[in-house]
């Protein structure tokens, strides 16, 4: 069974970091991508950085590049998205996910097949 379990959610301030975790068990990493995704009340959830579990790729939105850098450990199952600079509207709640046999790497949320539960990330301005 694939299980996602964030952590490191939490309130910041305006221009500070954070480092969120995904814990992800029950499958191989190589068959998969892990994603994380926000979604922010009132809106769409959208994309924010993916990583390769087979070659450790990675892709970044517009809107994180240079602020945020996801990286994986696979002796720990875990997935991380160190946050940077952070600002008012990086606000929402931040879910990790796994895309099963990927082709390419990208943040397209209908070809996510596995999702956690979410972790709350505030930042005050």
């Known amino acids: 069974e694939v299980q996602l379990v964030e952590s490191g959610g939490g309130l910041v301030q305006a221009g500070g970091s954070l480092r969120l975790s995904c814990e992800a068990s029950g499958f191989d990493w190589d068959d998969y991508n892990i994603g994380w995704f926000r979604q922010a009340p009132g809106k769409e959830r959208e994309g924010v950085s993916c990583?390769?579990?087979?070659?450790?790729?990675?892709y970044y939105a517009d809107s994180v590049k240079g602020r945020f850098t996801i990286s994986s450990d696979k002796g720990k199952n875990t997935v991380s998205l160190q946050m940077n600079v952070l600002k008012p509207e990086d606000a929402a709640v931040y879910y990790c996910a796994a895309e099963m046999n990927p082709v390419g790497i990208g943040l397209n949320l209908a070809l996510f097949d596995f999702w956690g539960q979410g972790t709350q990330v505030t930042v005050s301005s």
């Open positions: 990583i390769s579990g087979r070659d450790g790729s990675t």
